[in-house]
């Protein structure tokens, strides 16, 4: 039922444009349309499964409520993992593309970076959500914004090293001139 709900809906069409079955197929999986009829199957049986153990009386009510209620968590994360993965593969095909353009140095190096990033932010929030890795994204953000600012500022005191040794020697300058000058001023 569930595969003929998504054949009728193009489902198949919608994944081969965001690029998600390229990637399926790089990863040796099946189609989303598979993935996703094989999901809603094993959620379904599961849920039979345990709703027969509860009837059976042997005190896992509280264990099978909570394993539900884990299961919208879970769905969430699989989606943030498969739009994550979307995301860098297109990102990394525009930054592929632009610094192609560009002329810049090693662009698949750049383009790899990218994906890299992408993904590996895809399964920290994914794990978030799944509440195995809680505060990575925070923890991941401050470090990274703490080692941007510091190569700014290490890149902006590097290369502007020439100019601040002028302006200082320029004020200190004027500083000393004007000592000088109060010395012979009789003012």
Do not use: C
């Amino acid at each position: 039922m569930v595969r003929g709900i998504l054949r009728i809906s193009r489902f198949e069409r919608l994944s081969e444009n965001a690029g998600t079955a390229r990637l399926l197929n790089k990863a040796a999986l099946p189609s989303s349309s598979e993935l996703l009829s094989a999901f809603v199957f094993w959620v379904t049986w599961l849920g039979f499964f345990l709703l027969g153990i509860s009837e059976l009386g042997l005190g896992l009510q509280q264990h099978i409520s909570h394993l539900f209620l884990y299961l919208p968590r879970i769905l969430v994360a699989a989606l943030i993992v498969l739009f994550g993965l979307a995301a860098a593969s297109f990102f990394s095909r525009a930054a592929l593309l632009a610094a192609v353009n560009s002329n810049w140095p090693s662009p698949r190096l750049i383009s790899g970076a990218i994906r890299f990033a992408l993904v590996v932010l895809a399964l920290a929030m994914a794990f978030e959500q799944l509440g195995l890795a809680e505060q990575t994204i925070i923890a991941a953000f401050s470090i990274l914004f703490g080692a941007l600012m510091l190569g700014l500022a290490i890149a902006f005191g590097l290369g502007g090293q020439h100019l601040a040794r002028r302006m200082l020697e320029r004020r200190f300058s004027r500083e000393h001139e004007r000592e000088h000058e109060d010395e012979l001023s009789p003012l």
